[in-house]
């Protein structure tokens, strides 16, 4: 599901989705939407976080809203081992060409439930990034993806974290990365078909 809405996980979960997703985006319509629930969390951040920026007051409440609403997916997570039940969670899309922030932030947001599933875009960065992230047991999820040759470096990339994990004698079982394919049609296309 292409929420992490209240409303929007009951209506899906009834239906039998098995994932949903967020950005920083989708968390700002939920935000908005949910703004009666919302608003005394973000006021409670600003007194929690004094210093703060309106960067790290947002990354604070897209955090508390990814770890709020995996939980609706534990259900379906437990039930399918790991495999589905995932809440994917981005990256700040700021970071494309730092390797390090990327996996540092995917390791925090894997963190924020057991059923999370990391967003790295599949820049040159995010392709290293997504190996350590990997390596380190953080399910990622690339995003950013057009090409066939971005896919290819993405699987090639999980499949060496995931070597790397393995030879280390870490447990993979529950791990389920993928890769989301950006598809576009050409108008020609749409007349065609």
Request: proline content about 4%.
């Amino acid at each position: 599901m292409d929420s992490c809405g209240e409303e929007e996980l009951e209506y899906g979960l009834k239906r039998g989705i098995v994932g949903a997703t967020s950005n920083p985006i989708i968390v700002g319509a939920v935000v908005k939407k949910e703004l009666e629930f919302w608003e005394p969390k973000i006021l409670e951040l600003i007194r929690e976080m004094p210093e703060a920026n309106e960067d790290e007051i947002t990354w604070a409440l897209i955090d508390q809203v990814g770890m709020l609403r995996s939980r609706k997916l534990l259900p379906v997570y437990r039930q399918f081992g790991g495999k589905k039940g995932r809440l994917s969670i981005q990256t700040n899309i700021k970071y494309y060409r730092n390797a390090e922030k990327m996996t540092e932030q995917a390791l925090h947001l894997s963190s924020l439930g057991e059923n999370m599933m990391v967003k790295i875009p599949a820049s040159a960065a995010g392709i290293r990034a997504m190996e350590e992230a990997t390596y380190q047991g953080v399910s990622i999820n690339a995003t950013v993806s057009f090409t066939v040759a971005q896919a290819v470096a993405v699987a090639e990339a999980v499949e060496r974290g995931l070597s790397r994990r393995k030879n280390a004698g870490l447990p993979v079982e529950q791990m389920g990365p993928v890769c989301t394919l950006m598809l576009g049609r050409t108008d020609d296309w749409c007349k065609k078909y």
